[in-house]
């Protein structure tokens, strides 16, 4: 799949590369896993001279030999003895960098913590001793959220306040992933985006894979997910593992149970049989799997908070796969088709509520989007779309047949909201599939 979108993420790479030249840049560059980053990267200094250490499950000897080896030969110095610290490589190119720029990228970089946790407080004593008479962009890319996070943000660490930019690279923008569909299959329907939407959420290593699988509609997409080989099987698994390790099975069961439309923490308690209020706020915090929703308006200790998985693939990884796991351990993938064929259309009527509030909320004039629902839980509004600056609101029901939208039903429920956008214009509306 040819590079899309990413403008503003090359702009910003660019600057910084430019101020190094001057003054020492050490950029930190987060993403899921399969948004992007390294291919974001390569982008961005295709058209110069960098270096390029990809921090890898092997031993600090292994990774020494092979930095080692790209130092000499992109930079063109000789490094007498084989290194065995990360710590002085790094050392030796800000030394080489006080008399020509470097740009240095290292992927994965919270695997450095993996083989010795020594190495970040290495790291951070030859960057505070070099970086004055530097001419270094270096920059930590990572796909493990929770320990970037960590490494760059919690006080307690060595490299705390040392990042001087931070990016966060996101999932594409609904506008992109209809270009990136459009240049697939120009004929695509509202159902086949809606899906694809549903499947991927934006993020780009999925996206590629199902348009270079030649999936132009909805079926393709579950077909090629329900594959004996398909790479979604497992990915669910492979990303949480790699965020929670050990403590993987209570943050799995909570995050299913979510999924299964347990979105409450008192119903999430009363299965888990635990408070798990600590869990929650860390998986939102910490990991940003999880998000806390209140209805507009509410007070911020206000009751009725719901839960929701922010991933878009992962809700339908457990919704679907991982909740179909004997079929999947049967290889009855046939059979896992015809449950997602099954149930979808009931499923994909939240994901087509987040679908048009993501989609209001990358308007450019929009200052804040969510939803509303009364303290019983009834008399929800799915879509509240605010322009403040221009006095202006939609208010919208969402349904994936437009026959099922009730004018009159909207108008009752905008009442019991109306003092809220007093002074405002406020647009009522039904949004569908066709709106799509």
Known sequence: MKFYDRETELQELHRLDDLSHSVSQFTVLIGRRRTGKTTLLVKAFEHKKYLYCFVGKKSEQILCQEFQQQIETVLGIHIYGQAVRFSALLNEVMQYSRQQQVTLVI??????????ESIISQIQNVWDQNQNEAHIHLIACGSIYSMMKRIFEDRKEPLFGRKTARIVLKPFSISTLKQIFHD?????????????????GGVAKYVAQLMESGCKTWNDMIQAVCNPSS???EEGTELLVGEFGKRYQIYYS?????ANGMTSQSEIDSIVEKNTGRYLETLETDYSLIRKMRPLWSKPNSQGIKYHIEDNFLCFWFRFIESNRSLVELGKFDLLAKDITQN????SGFVLEKYFRQLYGEKPDTTEVGNWWAS????????I???????RAIVAEVKRNPERYNTKLLEEKYEKIKKNLHGFQVELMGLSLKDM
Do not use: W
Request: aromatic share 12%.
């Open 344 to 347: 979808y259309p009931q499923f």
């Open 254 to 258: 909570i995050l299913q149970l979510i």
């Open 376 to 383: 019983d839980g009834k008399n929800e509004i799915d879509l």
């Open 107 to 116: 992927d994965e970089f919270q695997r450095l913590m993996e083989l010795d």
């Open 385 to 391: 779309a605010i322009e403040k600056l221009n006095k």
């Open 231 to 233: 790479v979604f099987i």
């Open 184 to 200: 697939y299959n120009p004929n695509y329907t509202a159902e086949d985006l809606l899906m694809l939407y549903a499947i991927t």
